[in-house]
């Protein structure tokens, strides 16, 4: 009997932690993020997230850069080139935006000729009004018009931003 008592008291404590652990941890709609490595390279990223449910989120993102993706060369004459792309992520351990998720999306530089669908993995930590990421990324970059020059492309990113 103390046996089953014992497991029941036990239960009920993991319970009781985990719903503490969930609401103590905020739930935001929006966040507004930008890459810190890509600032210090001089390349500008603005990513707005929403969150569609409890445990997935959906965002767009438009950057402009100087530097070729994956690469420390830069574009001839330090010319900069327009990026578009999306993610769609969910949210393994908490609600969206807390904690790990993996991710899919694409980028595409319309000035490259290139989609680049990819995969991410990551962990976000949001602390209402601040949110702050650390993803890991991998994809395949495609030339639409010259296939030999596709490639994989791998990255981090440290992001950064508010979310309300």
Known sequence: ????????????????????????????HFGITTDILELIDEDYQLEVM????????FS???????????????YADNDRHW??????????????????FVGAGFDNRPQ???IT?????????????????????GGYEIHVYNSDDSRFVKGIELRAGVAF
């Not at 009997?1 to 935001?28: C, E």
């Not at 767009?60 to 830069?74: C, F, H, N, P, Q």
């Open 50 to 57: 929403y969150y569609t449910s409890t445990k997935s989120a």
């Open 83 to 100: 990026e578009l792309g999306g993610r769609w992520r969910l949210f393994v351990l908490d609600r969206a935006p807390n904690l790990l």
């Open 117 to 137: 669908p990819l995969g991410e993995v990551g962990f976000n930590f949001a602390l209402k009004p601040f949110i702050v990421s650390i993803v890991g990324f």
């Open 1 to 28: 009997m103390k046996k089953k008592v014992g497991i029941l008291f036990s239960i009920m404590f993991v319970l009781l932690l985990s719903s503490v652990r969930m609401w103590s941890l905020p739930a935001v």
């Open 60 to 74: 767009v993102r438009v950057g402009y850069y100087r530097t070729i993706e994956d690469s420390d060369d830069k």
């Open 112 to 114: 490259d000729n290139t």
